[in-house]
């Protein structure tokens, strides 16, 4: 692994750390004032729904920043090159 990579790949996961260390405090806060266990602002039922969706998001919004941190720290992609009614890469 180059200097460039270390630099891509280090950069990356300081922004998964920062987008977990922004996330994890709000949807806590949010899951617990939707449905938290000392009546919620949503039906008791609703309340596995939205632990469920916490978790979703706690796990899914840090990888989507963390991958969008990985994709713009690397080498800038081809230009699209539509012809013939298809969409393509020039390589």
């Given at each position: ?12 996961l300081?922004?998964l750390?920062?987008a ?56 800038p ?15």
């Amino acid at each position: 692994m180059d200097r460039a990579e270390l630099r891509r790949a280090g950069l990356t996961l300081a922004a998964l750390i920062a987008a977990l260390a922004l996330t994890v405090p709000a949807v806590v806060a949010i899951v617990l004032w939707l449905a938290g266990p000392h009546g919620g602002v949503l039906p008791t039922g609703s309340a596995p729904i939205v632990l469920g969706l916490g978790w979703l998001s706690v796990l899914l919004l840090p990888a989507w920043v963390a991958r969008q941190a990985w994709r713009r720290l690397g080498p800038p992609e081809p230009p699209l090159s539509i012809s013939a009614g298809a969409v393509r890469r020039d390589r």
